[in-house]
């Protein structure tokens, strides 16, 4: 499964929540119907976890935001 690097993505995960969840376990999901399908955003402290649920969904490929 590929990945393709965007500029910007919605955040699902507000920085004041980073201190409340130090274990980094906090992952989010916004499920949407749209004109062109269904849209599936993630976020996650861990970007691994959230990646591997939209790796399980089978849709190629991920848009990802490099961030930091």
Request: charged residues 35%; negative net charge.
């Amino acid at each position: 499964m590929g990945h393709r690097f965007v500029e910007d993505l919605p955040d699902l995960i507000r920085p004041e929540e980073y201190q409340d969840h130090p274990e980094g376990r906090l992952v989010r999901v916004r499920i949407r119907v749209t004109d062109e399908g269904v849209e599936v955003l993630g976020d996650a402290m861990r970007p691994e976890v959230v990646e591997r649920v939209l790796r399980s969904l089978g849709q190629d490929p991920i848009d990802q935001m490099l961030c930091g």
